[in-house]
């Protein structure tokens, strides 16, 4: 019914319907308890219905001013449905005599609409304790409206006269979507955290990590606070978010750009079908992180920075790769010392030839590769360093890489441990030994500052 600002109030909103922001919990806590009123009135021989109407939304609010916008996911919540309705009369609203103020004044009346009502009526057109069923007119606290469902005819029909109206005796369960409303709220008991969306979380998650570095949860128990519950702070905001949000304040204005980049960045990397990686990307399709799931949304900070780590150093060994050459002559021997990049075991030639070893030695500016049978190469592990003496086979290329083919190779044992050498050794190097140094020290870790 359309309303205009000049009409009262108590006529113009009857129909309001009332709405809830709700999370999936309370939702779903809600559609059973309207369930369970329906189940009732359809006991008591009533037709009509509760239902519940609800759409997905999001709230927003600021923890603290200029903060960015912090979204939270839940759904709108309508209660809608068909009014009661007995032997084709439909329940059209409850009218309730509000006491007399002062003598010469005529008591106010409060109409109550049940979900659905298509029809309201003005409060100064109702006849408070008039009866249509027995024309009489007394002080009845409460009267029915009623319309036939055929006729149109709108009736006013007293509580007590209900029973003879109607033939039954129940006042109808669902006529107050007031009542129905504070049921609801009742039955809601304590509140629940709605979700937070992603883009929020990760915007405070990145700004935590850079002021404060990257806790992971598992270090409270070493007394220090972890990331998720600093970022929890700073999105509750209030008295509790205050610390953390002036703590955070240098990095807000550029955080609300941070979360787009961190997902397109880290969601291709996230391959794993089980595991960490599988339910961050879940977490990241989802866009939205319960309460529950908020130490892993704030991992996804730690990985992103971790993932820029790893191509930073991939892109240093590509680099280095301009600067890797082959080394020695083929034909001649030589001795390298690196460290063993990739150890794995190879077929033999032939069905009885014994196994053999695929050893990539990483020599610095040089990578040396060398199959082989020989028993020093089964002791070997990757990541070990390794002095080798062999002849040079060939030079080739893997994947843009010189490599050195070494063939009989031979391990030289440059710490006797089993016979601490007395003096010290001063031998003159061969000069096709030029890789007896150390090879590169490994890249140094972009840790900015992270605790990882
Ligand atoms: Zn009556």
Same mark, same amino acid.
């Given at each position: 019914?359309?309303?205009?600002?000049?009409?009262?109030?108590?006529?113009?909103?009857?129909?309001?319907?009332?709405?809830?922001?709700?999370?999936?919990?309370?939702?779903?806590?809600?559609?059973?308890?309207?369930?369970?009123?329906?189940?009732?009135?359809?006991?008591?021989?009533?037709?009509?219905?509760?239902?519940?109407?609800?759409?997905? *939304?999001?709230?927003?609010?600021?923890?603290?001013?200029?903060?960015?916008?912090?979204?939270?996911?839940?759904? !709108? *919540?309508?209660?809608?449905?068909?009014?009661?309705?007995?032997?084709?009369?439909?329940?059209?609203?409850?009218?309730?005599?509000?006491?007399?103020?002062?003598? !010469?004044?005529?008591?106010?009346?409060?109409?109550?609409?049940?979900?659905?009502?298509?029809?309201?009526?003005?409060?100064?057109?109702?006849?408070?304790?008039?009866?249509?069923?027995?024309?009489?007119?007394?002080?009845?606290?409460?009267?029915?409206?009623?319309?036939?469902?055929?006729?149109?005819?709108?009736?006013? @029909? =007293?509580?007590?006269?209900?029973?003879?109206?109607?033939?039954?005796?129940?006042?109808?369960?669902?006529?107050?979507?007031?009542?129905?409303?504070?049921?609801?709220?009742?039955?809601?008991?304590?509140?629940?955290?709605?979700?937070?969306?992603?883009?929020?979380?990760?915007?405070?998650?990145?700004?935590?990590?850079?002021?404060?570095?990257?806790?992971?949860?598992?270090?409270?128990?070493?007394?220090?606070?972890?990331?998720?519950?600093?970022?929890?702070?700073?999105?509750?905001?209030?008295?509790?978010?205050?610390?953390?949000?002036?703590?955070?304040? !240098?990095?807000?204005?550029?955080?609300?750009?941070?979360?787009?980049?961190?997902?397109?960045?880290?969601?291709?990397?996230?391959? *794993?079908?089980?595991?960490?990686?599988?339910?961050?990307?879940?977490?990241?399709?989802?866009?939205?992180?319960?309460?529950?799931?908020? =130490?892993?949304?704030?991992?996804?900070?730690?990985?992103?920075?971790?993932?820029?780590?790893?191509?930073?150093?991939?892109?240093?060994?590509?680099?280095?790769?301009?600067?890797?050459?082959?080394?020695?002559?083929?034909?001649?021997?030589?001795?390298?010392?690196?460290?063993?990049?990739?150890?794995?075991?190879?077929?033999?030639?032939?069905? !009885?030839?014994?196994?053999?070893?695929?050893?990539?030695?990483?020599?610095?500016?040089?990578?040396?590769?060398?199959?082989?049978?020989?028993?020093? *190469?089964?002791?070997?592990?990757?990541?070990?360093?390794?002095?080798?003496?062999?002849? @040079?086979?060939?030079?080739?290329?893997?994947?843009?890489?010189?490599?050195?083919?070494? @063939?009989?190779?031979?391990?030289?044992?440059?710490?006797?441990?089993?016979?601490?050498?007395?003096?010290?050794?001063?031998?003159?190097?061969?000069?096709?030994?030029?890789?007896?140094?150390?090879?590169?020290?490994?890249?140094?870790?972009?840790?900015?500052?992270?605790?990882?």
């Amino acid at each position: 019914m359309a309303t205009t600002p000049t009409e009262p109030a108590t006529h113009a909103e009857p129909a309001q319907p009332r709405s809830w922001f709700l999370t999936g919990d309370e939702l779903d806590a809600t559609r059973a308890k309207i369930a369970t009123l329906n189940t009732r009135a359809r006991r008591k021989g009533f037709t009509g219905t509760v239902e519940l109407a609800a759409t997905a *939304a999001t709230r927003s609010y600021t923890p603290a001013p200029g903060a960015p916008a912090v979204t939270v996911h839940g759904f !709108d *919540a309508t209660v809608t449905g068909q009014p009661p309705c007995y032997w084709g009369w439909i329940f059209v609203a409850a009218i309730d005599l509000l006491p007399a103020a002062q003598p !010469d004044i005529p008591p106010g009346v409060v109409v109550r609409y049940p979900p659905g009502a298509d029809q309201t009526i003005s409060n100064d057109e109702v006849r408070p304790g008039e009866c249509d069923h027995c024309h009489t007119v007394r002080p009845r606290t409460t009267t029915y409206l009623v319309r036939n469902d055929d006729t149109g005819e709108l009736l006013q @029909v =007293g509580r007590t006269c209900l029973k003879d109206f109607l033939g039954w005796s129940t006042a109808p369960v669902l006529i107050d979507t007031d009542t129905i409303a504070a049921d609801i709220e009742a039955s809601l008991g304590t509140r629940t955290t709605a979700p937070w969306d992603l883009e929020s979380v990760l915007t405070y998650a990145w700004a935590v990590v850079e002021t404060h570095g990257w806790t992971p949860t598992s270090a409270a128990s070493s007394g220090r606070t972890p990331t998720r519950d600093l970022v929890a702070d700073a999105l509750h905001g209030g008295n509790v978010g205050q610390r953390v949000l002036a703590g955070i304040r !240098d990095y807000l204005d550029a955080a609300p750009a941070m979360p787009a980049r961190i997902i397109t960045d880290l969601a291709p990397t996230l391959t *794993a079908d089980t595991g960490y990686e599988a339910n961050l990307a879940a977490l990241l399709r989802a866009g939205q992180v319960d309460p529950r799931h908020l =130490g892993l949304a704030v991992s996804a900070v730690n990985a992103w920075h971790r993932l820029h780590e790893h191509q930073a150093s991939q892109r240093a060994r590509e680099q280095r790769r301009d600067q890797l050459r082959h080394v020695g002559q083929v034909g001649q021997p030589i001795t390298l010392t690196g460290t063993i990049t990739t150890r794995l075991p190879v077929d033999g030639y032939r069905y !009885d030839s014994p196994p053999q070893l695929l050893l990539i030695l990483d020599c610095g500016d040089a990578v040396a590769k060398m199959i082989t049978c020989a028993a020093w *190469a089964y002791d070997t592990k990757p990541g070990e360093q390794l002095t080798v003496t062999g002849t @040079v086979k060939a030079h080739t290329e893997y994947c843009g890489v010189p490599q050195t083919v070494l @063939v009989r190779p031979r391990r030289v044992d440059t710490t006797a441990a089993d016979s601490p050498p007395l003096w010290e050794i001063v031998a003159p190097l061969n000069p096709q030994s030029r890789f007896q140094e150390a090879p590169l020290a490994a890249l140094a870790p972009l840790g900015r500052g992270l605790g990882i």
